[in-house]
């Protein structure tokens, strides 16, 4: 069964402090892992990664996805307190439809 | 100019009622999907349509029953509310089901069944 895993599950940290939050996954044909972010409302978009080893980056957040070892990573530097936030990852594995399996997302909290 | 929307935003109701929401997308996608969000923050899959045509449909109770009048909307309803439906119902849209193709999520429905 496809599955996405991700780690911490929550995390607490401080104004200025990097932090590396992971998702590791198990799918047939994997086609395309995503990250969001969500506060109050809708998950927004973040990141789409295809390939191994290009790095996405937008601001302070970066991403990268290793397809040998079946796992990526989201960055994000010199945090702040908006960034506080459920960071989702998802994945598109084969079924040609779609179709995104979740992890349980990670909870960051981030105080002044 | 909301880009995915959905009503109502919030739904209280009794067990045994029924309930419908809906969502439209103006990004003119072909592609829309429900997720539900449960307590402990886990999205899942319940449908997908393209172009009004039904192309995921995760193993769901036959009490939930979404339509796509025309590619733009897709409405979910609820027959017989229960308690453990009680969640944020997410609707989506993404251009296709490419693996390039984004989706994009509506702001969600929080509905509470008491």
């Known amino acids: 069964e496809d599955k996405v895993v991700q780690s911490p599950l929550s995390l607490v940290v401080h104004e200025g402090d990097t932090v590396t939050l992971n998702c590791s996954y198990e799918?047939?044909?994997?086609?395309?892992l995503l990250w969001y972010k969500q506060e109050k409302k809708a998950p927004t978009f973040l990141f789409m990664l295809t390939s191994s080893g290009i790095e996405k980056k937008s601001g302070r957040l970066s991403s990268i996805l290793d397809k040998k070892e079946l796992f990526s990573i989201l960055n994000i530097t010199a945090t702040q307190t908006g960034d506080s936030a459920i960071y989702l990852c998802a994945v598109q594995g084969s079924s040609n439809t779609g179709k995104l399996i979740f992890g349980q997302g990670t909870t960051l909290q981030v105080k002044p | 100019d909301t880009a995915v929307s959905q009503t109502p935003k919030y739904l209280v109701t009794q067990m045994g009622n029924d309930k419908s929401i809906k969502c439209e997308q103006n990004l003119g996608h072909d592609t829309m999907y429900w997720y539900k969000q449960d307590s402990k923050k886990f999205l899942k899959i319940m449908f997908s349509y393209n172009n009004k045509e039904l192309i995921i449909n995760e193993t769901v109770p036959n009490r939930f029953s979404p339509k796509s009048p025309d590619k733009a909307h897709l409405n979910l309803h609820i027959n017989s509310l229960e308690l453990g439906d009680s969640a944020v119902y997410f609707c989506a849209s993404s251009r296709g089901q490419g693996r390039t193709d984004t989706q994009y999520f509506g702001p969600g429905t929080r509905l509470t069944v008491l």
């Open positions: 799918v047939t044909n994997f086609r395309s």
